[in-house]
T-cell receptor, first 115, second 113 residues
């Protein structure tokens, strides 16, 4: 079955440590996204990528970094510079092209808790 | 700039009652509108989307939404709530050359037996 996988489901880290969240898709989508979800705040865009080896900052990129070396993979690193990293992180992908914005397909999410 | 406002962070209904989740948008260009559902500790999945083909859009699980340009609204409805409908619902808007949607803050639907 095609889809998006995120690992791990739950992640605990000590304050000051960098941590990398995995996102893999086998939908052959060009675009991939990372969102942060906090209670009552909806989804906020961290980074997005339209094509391999290219990515753009979203609304809340400070303290995060990404890479897009393969079409299928878009890992997110939460660095020690992120002031409040505890949150639920969602990865998504979508086709690109066409006149109509495409549906985004979401992974199951990773809940990060920084102790 | 585009934005979405979802009225009511929580909506509570009885099983079998009408579900109405409100969404108003702001967009300087013709919008494309989406409703997504999120079950606890899961990702989002698409319920339905408006792409200007028809103002009344039918989605999965018996949900539908009507695009009303004059009211800048895209409210989500379901005639009869089921316990399994309890979830978080997000309205989103995109358009004007931007394929990245702007999400509302979400509405939590609570269904009482």
């Amino acid at each position: 079955d095609g889809g998006i996988t995120q690992s791990p489901k739950y992640l605990f880290r000590k304050e000051g440590q960098n941590v990398t969240l995995s996102c893999e898709q086998n939908l052959n989508h060009d675009a991939m996204y990372w969102y942060r979800q906090d209670p009552g705040q909806g989804l906020r865009l961290i980074y997005y990528s339209q094509i391999v080896n290219d990515f753009q900052k979203g609304d809340i990129a400070e303290g995060y970094s990404v890479s897009r070396e393969k079409k299928e993979s878009f890992p997110l690193t939460v660095t020690s510079a992120q002031k409040n990293p505890t949150a639920f992180y969602l990865c998504a992908s979508s086709p690109t092209g066409g006149a109509i914005p495409n549906t985004q397909y979401f992974g199951p999410g990773t809940r990060l808790t920084v102790l | 700039a585009q934005s979405v406002t979802q009225l009511g962070s929580h909506v509570s209904v009885s099983e079998g009652a009408l579900v109405l989740l409100r969404c108003n948008y702001s967009s300087s260009v013709p919008p494309y509108l989406f409703w997504y559902v999120q079950y606890p500790n899961q990702g989002l999945q698409l319920l339905l989307k408006y792409t200007s083909a028809a103002t009344l859009v039918k989605g999965i699980n018996g949900f539908e939404a009507e695009f009303k340009k004059s009211e800048t609204s895209f409210h989500l409805t379901k005639p009869s709530a089921h316990m399994s409908d309890a979830a978080e619902y997000f309205c989103a808007v995109s358009g004007g050359g931007s394929y990245i949607p702007t999400f509302g803050r979400g509405t939590s639907l609570i269904v009482h037996p």
